[in-house]
């Protein structure tokens, strides 16, 4: 079975720019969250989503924003890029919301901003 | 003061050793605690994974949760090289989604 797929792998984008990172859950899997991982730190938590509604969102700005589809895949919209939103974007699928100590990992997208 | 805290590193052991890795944190909500994987450039592995207090073994790992004093650890037995990695704790409320992680602890075992 395949895993959590991200896309794209690496991209570079400029100050102000907008971005679109996408993920695919494992198959069966209803529940996505995505993470922001910098250099050297742990992923730090910005939403969940289960059923395309909402169920968390950490402590990040309105720039960033998500939405999941009918085949629960993901997008993570990051708008008006600055320096300090490079990172390793990560995704993780889980059955259900409420299990999110079984998540799993896609390989991450990692993004830099110029 | 942050919720979770990880010592960085990094760690350095021969191969064989037992090594030890350790996380405290300061929120006594924390119900479930694991201990993940992340190889560089790749995506974090879940290990294993606790609920509340005790231990927890799954072949040469073995992961202890002590919610008393607020310290959890991962042991791993007849260290290889090949867990050379980055080691990352994390920890959730009881039904609640937002897992809060430590900065990791890199790893080396030299053959």
């Known amino acids: 079975d395949a895993g959590v797929t991200q896309s794209p792998t690496h991209l570079i984008k400029t100050r102000g720019q907008h971005v679109t990172l996408r993920c695919s859950p494992i198959?069966?899997?209803?529940?996505v969250s995505w993470y922001q991982q910098v250099l050297g730190q742990g992923p730090q938590f910005i939403f969940q989503?289960?059923?395309?509604?909402?169920?968390g969102r950490g402590n990040f700005p309105d720039r960033f924003s998500a939405r999941q589809f009918p085949n629960y895949s993901s997008e993570l919209n990051v708008n008006a890029l600055l320096l300090g939103d490079s990172a390793l974007y990560l995704c993780?699928?889980?059955?259900?919301?409420?299990?999110?100590?079984?998540?799993?990992f896609g390989p991450g997208t990692r993004l830099t901003v110029t | 003061q942050k919720e979770v805290e990880q010592d960085p590193g990094p760690l350095s052991v021969p191969e064989g050793a037992i090594v030890s890795l350790n996380c405290t944190y300061s929120?006594?909500?924390?119900?479930?605690f694991m201990w993940y994987r992340q190889y560089s450039r790749k995506g974090p592995e879940l290990l294993m994974y606790t609920y509340s207090s005790g231990n927890k073994e799954d072949g040469r790992f073995t992961a202890q949760v002590d919610k008393s004093s607020k310290y959890i650890s991962l042991f791993i037995r007849d260290s290889q090289p090949s867990d050379s990695a980055t080691y990352l704790c994390?920890?959730?409320?009881?039904?609640?989604?937002?897992?809060?992680f430590g900065a990791g602890t890199r790893l080396t075992v030299k053959p």
């Open positions: 198959s069966g899997h209803k529940s």
């Open positions: 989503y289960y059923e395309k509604e909402e169920r």
């Open positions: 993780a699928s889980s059955s259900d919301f409420r299990v999110a100590y079984e998540q799993y």
């Open positions: 929120n006594s909500a924390f119900q479930y």
């Open positions: 994390a920890m959730s409320p009881y039904n609640n989604n937002d897992m809060r």
